[in-house]
Structure formats: C-alpha cells, structure tokens
C-alpha cells in the first residue's frame, strides 16, 4: 500500500501524468457496473449511470453549470485539480 502512494506521489512530483492507481474507483468503475448497455436495456442502464453521477457529484459537469478544469497548467504539468 505505501508503494502505490510513493509511485502516485513521485509521478505527480516530477511532473508526469498520474496513473489510476491513484484512483482505484474509476479505474474499476467497469467492473462495478453490471448492466452494460446494449439495445434492449437503456432504461436499467441509464438508472445504474445516474446513481455513479450523482454518488460522485458529477451532474454539475453534466448539466453545465460547471466547467471541467484544464488537465495541464500553462507550465505543461498536471492541473491537480483535474486530477482531483
């Protein structure tokens, strides 16, 4: 556990891109949704879709009320925000 907070740590460090260990939750976020969409399911799906957007705070992104934030600064690193 204390190497994937110094591999996190030492990427964000150096400037380099974060991976999504960082994130656990979205990287396994396919794995924890068990409709997947297809032609006949769209209503169980979008339920599923709107319960992780709103879990998550994400229906400001959605909607447009709020902005993205820029994934890299001007200097060329890592918006931590974005990361965020």
Known sequence: MASASTQSSDSIGSGQS????SHPSYQMLNHTLPVKLD???YIMW???I?????A???ED???GS???PDKELSSGLINPAFVA
């Open 50 to 54: 709107d319960n992780v957007v709103f």
């Open 46 to 48: 979008k339920s599923q």
């Open 61 to 63: 992104f959605i909607d």
């Open 56 to 58: 998550n705070g994400f």
């Open 39 to 41: 032609r006949t399911n």
């Open 66 to 68: 709020s902005i993205c």
């Open 18 to 21: 974060t991976t999504m260990a």
